[in-house]
């Protein structure tokens, strides 16, 4: 949905809050304390009087929008924002778009990429393995770690990124330490069933794959990108949109946070044929 479907579907706080409360109990209030369904409305609170704790509450205890003095449909235009952002919102972007202060919508954006995180099945079939570099200087960023050769990989300044993605499925990806072997078997191991093929490129860290996997790799350093149905470009062109987004949105994502704006950018695009994605992302929002 755009920002002009939520203001005419969501036009007031409270019809928000109606939505919320279908997503999250089906309509019937469920007490985020005792789970007890037994409660009484208050309506004009928009809340509920639980009759067997005797607490009070309302459908945002436990998401992210909970104990936020910003009108839930700000909320729900920042998270159409967010979804529709194919390489992401700056907060300060987001700031001029739903009226709200540069570190209040920072604060938006770090409390959705939280709600935006995924976890699922494990990947299977053929699934590419690569890993990339964000952030750093300036002068060191056309680097291609292509052409350094045996020099190892990404500069000192750079943070190292390791993806999977299974054709015809999702990626996933998440900030490392280093791109050493330990490191991406471990991570493959833990993300790819047994038994898939993995394709990746030449670098000497995926050697050993065959125990466990199919293991079929391109050899970038001689100019090879792709043989037959052997290659890393789908992963590729995903790195692509990450680091448009952290470099030319963001122009400068921490390590600390490095794997929220990452979850950000998978969940996007694992969704992005999803047409009740932003009810996902409602349902998603519950993290507490
Ligand atoms: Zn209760």
């Not at 190292?160 to 996933?172: P, S, T, W």
Request: with cysteine; charged share 25%; net charge positive.
């Amino acid at each position: 949905m755009n920002i002009v479907q939520i203001y005419k579907q969501f036009p007031s706080h409270k019809s928000c809050i109606k939505h919320l409360e279908k997503i999250r109990w089906n309509n019937i209030a469920k007490c985020p304390y005792c789970n007890s369904t037994n409660s009484t409305p208050v309506p004009q609170e928009l809340r509920y009087h639980c009759n067997t704790c005797n607490t009070s509450f309302s459908v945002t205890v436990g998401t992210v929008f909970h104990k936020t003095k910003l009108d839930l449909q700000q909320w729900f235009l920042a998270i159409s924002l967010v979804l529709n952002a194919k390489k992401g919102i700056s907060a300060r972007q987001l700031a001029r778009d739903i009226d709200v202060t540069k570190d209040t919508a920072w604060y938006m954006l770090m409390r959705l990429r939280k709600a935006l995180t995924e976890y699922g099945d494990l990947l299977e079939g053929i699934v590419e393995a690569d890993e990339t570099y964000v952030g750093g200087k300036n002068k060191n960023r056309h680097t291609d770690k292509k052409t350094e050769g045996g020099q190892g990989r990404g500069g000192d300044d750079k943070t190292a990124v390791i993806g999977l993605l299974e054709r015809g499925g999702v990626v996933r990806a998440k900030k490392a330490n280093d791109v050493s072997s330990k490191t991406l078997k471990s991570f493959i191991k833990q993300n790819v069933k047994e038994g898939s093929q993995v394709m990746t490129d030449e670098w000497k860290s995926y050697n050993g794959l065959t125990l466990l996997y199919g293991h079929s790799f391109v050899k970038h350093a001689m100019g090879e990108y792709v043989n037959g149905c052997v290659h890393t470009n789908t992963l590729e062109g995903f790195w692509s949109l990450l680091k448009r987004g952290v470099i030319g949105q963001y122009h400068y994502v921490t390590p600390k946070y490095l794997n929220n704006y990452i979850d950000e950018f998978c969940f996007r695009y694992n969704n992005r044929e999803n047409p009740n994605i932003f009810d996902l992302t409602m349902l998603k929002s519950v993290t507490l």
